[in-house]
């Protein structure tokens, strides 16, 4: 939850379309961090 609030606790778009559009940006950018801190395992030839 920390990094939601760094992207901000409000909505700033007013229009209901815009938020939602403004969300999606947000669940985006959180699935673009949470997979660079997803260890990549490779296995041994």
């Known amino acids: 939850m920390h990094c939601v609030k760094l992207l901000g606790q ?6 209901f ?11 985006a950018v959180l699935n673009g ?4 801190g997803i260890p990549v395992t490779e296995a041994e030839r």
């Open 10 to 15: 409000r909505l700033m778009a007013r229009d």
């Open 17 to 27: 379309d815009r938020q939602v559009a403004e969300l999606q940006v947000r669940i």
């Open 33 to 36: 961090y949470t997979a660079l």
